[in-house]
């Protein structure tokens, strides 16, 4: 069975403090592997897609990577309006569903 | 603007009605989801659709049921069968389906009263 762990569940930082979530998953065969943003409220909003081990994205104070059985949302700097919760999602070869996470509640202080 | 509407932003239902959440996009893509959305659970599937005239049952369809007559339309409908239906549900499209990003719309809160 696919499965996705983030962790930590919730993180606080001090604007400007830099730190990564982690995003550990099992697939059968990994097609694409997949970062949101989702303010309270609202719809998830793409972030990035990472396809193969080695891949880096970056956007903004954002830069994602990937492993074959991780992948890191590394957060440089960030301020309070970094402040939301960081879903993963995976997607298996051969299937046209995605799989999430249980999200991490970033929260940055001014 | 292309995107994804979904509406009405908040719904609230009496045990034992059906409520139908409507989700359109002008995006031109094939593929279309409904998701339910819980706190602190992920976001679980109920339903997709590839194509016109067919959809496929997600991991948690039970008291749930769809249609997908036009291409940019994916209604929700949420029955009385379903045993606890108040929660977040979130409607999302993609071109393909296959390893391409899923846009979100905002979102539909349904309460039962």
């Known amino acids: 069975e696919d499965q996705v762990t983030q962790s930590p569940e919730a993180l606080r930082l001090q604007e400007g403090e830099s730190s990564s979530l982690n995003c550990s998953y099992t697939?059968?065969?990994?097609?694409?592997l997949f970062w949101y943003r989702q303010d309270p409220g609202k719809g998830p909003e793409f972030l990035f897609t990472?396809?193969?081990a080695g891949e880096e994205k970056e956007k903004e104070r954002l830069k994602a990577t990937l492993t074959k059985k991780e992948s890191f949302l590394h957060i440089t700097a960030p301020k309070p309006e970094d402040s939301a919760t960081y879903l993963c999602?995976?997607?298996?070869?051969?299937?046209?569903?995605?799989?999430f996470g249980k999200g991490m509640k970033l929260t940055v202080n001014p | 603007d292309g995107g994804i509407t979904q509406s009405p932003k908040y719904l609230f239902r009496k045990e034992g009605q059906n409520v139908t959440l409507s989700c359109e996009q002008n995006?031109?893509?094939?593929?279309m989801y409904w998701y339910r959305q819980d706190p602190g659970q992920g976001l679980r599937l109920i339903y997709y659709?590839?194509?016109?005239?067919?959809?496929q049952k997600g991991d948690i369809a039970e008291g749930y049921s769809v249609s997908r007559e036009k291409k940019e339309s994916f209604p929700l409908t949420v029955t009385s069968a379903q045993k606890n239906p108040t929660a977040f549900y979130l409607c999302?499209?993609?071109?393909?389906?296959?390893?391409?990003?899923?846009?979100f719309g905002q979102g539909t809160r349904l309460t039962v009263v």
């Open positions: 999302a499209s993609s071109i393909d389906g296959l390893s391409t990003e899923a846009f």
């Open positions: 697939v059968s065969g990994l097609r694409g």
């Open positions: 990472l396809y193969s």
């Open positions: 999602a995976v997607q298996a070869g051969g299937s046209e569903k995605l799989v």
């Open positions: 995006l031109n893509h094939d593929a």
């Open positions: 659709s590839q194509i016109v005239n067919d959809f």
